[in-house]
């Protein structure tokens, strides 16, 4: 179960990039592991690498002005591709709570709803603004989810937050106790009213 | 005034368990289909919680991501692989559930068994950890791709929460030019709207082209959509699906197949339905496609060359662009069939099923792989591989030079051995070109199986319209009844 989520305060870092796909956040040959551990070290691991594997040192994360960074402003369609939750968890683990962009991927929104990670989506023009002004390494912003704004301490922006991500968030909520305690009724009423054809037959051997 | 419901709104509505103030609605799942790679985590969330799956009759696990495509008597090499094999099978079976396992007759991709076995049926909702699950909608199904903490509320309470999404209608009219393929239709139809483009929708494929493709034809349709950012697809049912399912080994028979028929006739889109939007396309000058850059809208035509940075219209894609580039090894304005290949892919999720086996064979036959290109056929099922094993199609490729596997997800996502190296440049008929996909620094040609085919004989791209496709009565003489 995430842990309550109610402000992000934090360095902002710049990715400046359009359709950042699931697989550059985190390629498929680390998808092995049964355990959930230490997920920051495959984070875009294609951009933060040399052919031997080492570090490179120039990806914007790996800066030393950007170490630390609790908010990411990217660019449009961020989070595109295949549904590994592992792009999410490689994200928290590494420190970012926080996604600013105009358009995210619809798997990777719903998986970063239940792991903590807050995704603010804004119009094309403030989050070029944003990303201009975190590329000077200086931004530091607080973003409050139960006000729903972004600021920098002189400035304020609003953005929209939907309520049921927001209340998730907030709450550090499990939707798996909540469903069961609040809707196991719906679901059993449904159960009973499955038309045969519907429940596969038992399967010869397979 | 009475408006006539889409397919969609129908199947939402009917598995409606509740309905919140916030927007979220509880929809029942009817049919989760489980993998190795995505599923781990879940089971042991529900072990924790000492729960158990809700439904095991519901829910079918497979061996896809990972697997060996070779020698299936060898032990499985990868160690990780192999973990990730074991822990489904101990998690199959601790928590009662059907699995396909690398050994199974029935293994194969989770979309392209779920259609062939009868576990995909019309107007079912159907859930799996993989994004191209919007391949199942096809059958008129609502089909959902999850991540692991959504598969693990599915497991424990066989519902899912999601927020209503828009519906778009993206109309096919015209007919395909030979050597042209639905494939390229998609490509065109992800080039025209973005990867973006359809984030939040559900897109309904409709419009006398979309009736006329086969089956299979619209399930490479369905598969693709989710890269044009659609949260899911669907096509409304029609005789072909019926006849598509009947017979398989889940499929309804005796009295259910009747109430089944029933139903699935009163599923397809209402005359008079309204969309949230609308795109046309007409496919009749389609001409084939390929890919040229590192994401599926990057895609041109097979006569036009590849596009330069400073013809984009924005800063932005001026760099996406250049960034591509780089990546692919390519200059601007190349032409496409002046591109030399080294590896050649016929499979995946989006096109290895039987026919696609058949189109590809057509080009091949009695013809020879160019001496420069390393090329493979790995079959969507083992089932699909018997199939085209029974009409003699593992004998024409191997003859042209192909390696001929058992199926898996394979050099689609490269998680087993079947991976390009760095720099290797191979002609594919999977559905993601990202950077990295098929290896570390390899570079991916996303076309259709036909244009495969030719590319794996020539060596480089050409003009599928000209070449020569055997009739497919020709293609394996005696066939069936030999």
């Known amino acids: 179960m995430p842990e309550p989520l109610r402000e992000v305060i934090g360095k902002a870092c710049p990715l400046e990039a359009d359709d950042v796909d699931t697989d550059q956040i985190f390629p498929a040959q680390f998808l092995k592991a049964i355990e959930r551990r230490g997920m920051e070290s495959y984070l875009f691991y294609g951009l933060r690498h040399d052919e031997r594997g080492n570090v490179h040192g120039r990806f914007v994360l790996d800066r030393p002005e950007f170490r630390g960074a609790r908010i990411l402003v990217a660019g449009k369609n961020f989070g595109i591709g295949s549904s590994r939750e592992n792009a999410v968890w490689a994200l928290t683990d590494y420190g970012i709570r926080c996604i600013i962009a105009s358009s995210f991927g619809d798997i990777f929104y719903n998986n970063a709803s239940k792991n903590g990670l807050l995704c603010i989506r804004l119009p094309g023009q403030a989050v070029r603004d944003l990303r201009e002004r975190a590329a000077t390494a200086k931004l530091t912003l607080t973003v409050d989810l139960a006000g729903q704004t972004i600021s920098d301490g002189r400035t304020s922006v609003a953005f929209e937050a939907e309520p049921h991500i927001k209340e998730r968030l907030l709450k550090g909520m499990d939707d798996v106790t909540f469903t069961l305690e609040n809707y196991e009724a719906e679901i059993r009423e449904y159960e009973r009213r499955i038309p045969r054809f519907v429940i596969p037959r038992t399967p010869r051997s397979s | 005034m009475v408006t006539g419901k889409t397919i969609f709104s129908k199947v939402w509505d009917s598995h409606l368990l509740a309905e919140r103030p916030d927007g979220q609605s509880l929809i029942y799942v009817d049919r989760h289909l489980t993998h190795e790679v995505t599923s781990p985590l879940a089971f042991e969330a529900l072990r924790k919680a000492g729960r158990r799956v809700r439904r095991p009759d519901l829910t079918f696990a497979v061996m896809d991501h990972n697997v060996p495509t070779g020698d299936r008597s060898l032990p499985v090499s990868d160690e990780m692989s192999s973990k990730q094999m074991k822990a489904l099978t101990g998690n199959a079976t601790q928590f009662g559930l059907t699995l396909f396992d690398y050994f199974s007759p029935y293994q194969g991709i989770s979309h392209v068994i779920g259609p062939e076995l009868g576990l995909t049926i019309p107007g079912i909702t159907l859930t799996c950890g ?80 979309t009736s006329n493709f086969s089956v299979e034809e619209r399930l490479t349709i369905t598969n693709m959509a989710i890269e044009g950012g659609a949260r899911t697809a669907i096509i409304s049912p029609d005789e072909k699906v019926y006849e598509y399912i009947r017979g398989s080994k889940f499929a309804p028979t005796g009295a259910d197949w009747g109430d089944a028929l029933e139903q699935w006739r009163s599923l397809p889109t209402d005359p008079g339905a309204v969309y949230d939007s609308r795109i046309d396309f007409n496919i009749s000058e389609l001409e084939p496609q390929v890919s040229w850059g590192t994401n599926p809208a990057m895609t041109v035509g097979v006569t036009e060359s590849i596009p330069s940075p400073s013809e984009a219209p924005t800063k932005e894609d001026a760099l996406s662009v250049e960034r591509a580039l780089k990546y692919m090894g390519l200059a601007p304005g190349t032409r496409i069939t002046d591109i030399p290949l080294d590896t050649v892919f016929i499979g995946s999720c989006t096109n290895a099923r039987l ?68 720099g290797e440049r191979c002609a594919s008929t999977s559905n993601r070109n990202f950077e990295n996909r098929q290896g570390p620094g390899g570079r991916t040609h996303l076309v259709s199986p036909i244009m495969a085919a030719a590319a794996a004989l020539h060596g480089r791209f050409i003009d599928t319209r000209e070449v020569e496709l055997i009739d497919p009565e020709e293609l394996a003489p005696g066939g069936l009844n030999a």
Do not use: Y
């Open chain 2, 130 to 209: 993989d994004s191209h699950t919007s391949t199942h909608g096809a059958l008129g199904a609502l089909a959902l791709g999850i991540g692991s903490s959504e598969g693990e509320h599915v497991f424990a309470t066989q519902s899912i929460w999601i927020k209503k999404p828009r519906e778009m209608a993206i109309t096919l009219r015209g007919r395909l030019r030979k050597g042209v393929t639905s494939k390229d239709v998609i490509l065109s139809v992800i080039r025209r709207i973005g990867t973006g483009g359809a984030i939040g929708n559900v897109v309904e494929f409709v419009g006398e082209a």
């Open chain 2, 355 to 422: 026919s696609d086996l058949t189109e590809s064979a057509r080009v091949i036959k009695g013809n020879h792989v160019n001496k420069d290109v390393r090329a493979l056929v790995v079959p969507g099922s083992q089932l699909v591989k018997r199939r085209a094993e029974e009409l003699g199609l593992d004998k024409i490729f191997v003859e042209a030079g192909f390696e001929w596997r058992n199926s898996g997800c394979s050099m689609c996502i490269g998680m087993n051995e079947d991976k390009l190296s760095p």
